[in-house]
């Protein structure tokens, strides 16, 4: 349940900033390829790429994990 959570609020906030599922993934530096399952919730986020990606959309983790 909470990677489906989390999953879904890295797609939303990626939606909000206004950037595909491509262009997140190029910034960065994750595939495309698991982008989309870590979007579906189907892959844990690791540190590393949860770091990655609060980065590129300007939020904090805790905003990102809705702590």
Known sequence: ?????????IRA????????????????????AI???IER???KVSQQELDRIAGVLAISI??????
Do not use: P, Y
């Open 62 to 67: 805790e905003e990102l994990r809705g702590n």
């Open 13 to 32: 906030f990626r939606k909000l900033k206004g950037l595909t599922q491509h262009e997140l993934a190029a910034e960065t530096g994750i595939s495309l």
């Open 41 to 43: 919730g189907n892959r």
């Open 1 to 9: 349940m909470e990677n489906m959570q989390l999953a879904n609020r």
């Open 35 to 37: 982008l989309g399952t």
